[in-house]
């Protein structure tokens, strides 16, 4: 079974511009997840997605938003680039039961550089 | 809010010997997960074990292995038979579980683990 993917790998970005990075789940998941990873504030949860609904947010500002499409692949979106944007952004896919969501796995990445 | 605290960043081992790898968290609830993945030096977030906070046994994956002190709050990894491909960094996590629960994962700061030859 595939792995998560997530596309593109590389981006390098000019600051004010904005920027859509997209995650493919593993086939059967539908709930995805996405995480900003910096050397400085670590791994931070960004928001969560299944059915096509945003389910949970964490605490970033209005810039960074996302959607779900009814095959289950997600893209976030992010506006108005800052220089503390650049990061590395991991999506990562789970099965749901019920309501409850299984363990992530996670893709490879999105190495975004905001200069 | 739940915290997950590793506080060692840093480790180093030798090739076929054990390490441990330590973690401690702070959370009110009583049902959650707690996490180890492995994070190599291409990036990619690697699940190594998981363990449920209802279960007393603690979680084996072949050489790894936790040791689950739900009442200390505390949670390391042990690497037994250390290889060089166990090089990368570690990261602990937390996940509230139950129905409706928020799925997040909480992360410590992660330890760059070293494997010498």
């Known amino acids: 079974k595939a792995g998560v993917t997530q596309t593109p790998r590389y981006l390098i970005k000019t600051r004010g511009q904005q920027v859509t990075l997209s995650c493919s789940p593993i086939s059967g998941h539908r709930s995805v997840s996405w995480y900003q990873q910096t050397p400085g504030q670590g791994l931070q949860f960004l928001f969560e997605y299944f059915s096509e609904t945003q389910r949970n947010k964490g605490n970033f500002p209005g810039r960074f938003s996302g959607r779900q499409f009814s095959n289950s692949r997600s893209e976030m979106n992010v506006s108005t680039l800052e220089l503390g944007d650049s990061a590395l952004y991991l999506c990562a896919s789970s099965l749901v039961s019920g309501a409850s969501t299984d363990t992530q796995y996670f893709g490879p990445g999105t190495r975004l550089t905001v200069l | ?117």
């Open chain 2, 1 to 117: 809010a739940q915290t997950v605290t590793q506080s060692q960043p840093e480790m180093s081992v030798q090739e076929a010997e054990t390490v441990t790898l330590s973690c401690t968290y702070d959370t009110s609830e009583s049902d959650y997960y707690l996490f180890w993945y492995k994070q190599p030096p291409s990036r990619q977030m690697i699940l190594v074990i998981r363990q449920e906070a209802y279960k007393q046994q603690n979680a084996t994956e072949n050489r790894f292995s936790v040791n689950f002190q739900k009442a200390a709050k505390s949670f390391s990894l042990k690497i037994s038979d250390s290889q060089l491909g166990d090089a990368a960094m570690y990261f602990c996590a937390y996940r509230s579980r139950g129905a409706g629960a928020n799925s997040k994962l909480t992360f410590g700061k992660g330890i760059t683990l070293s494997v010498r030859p």
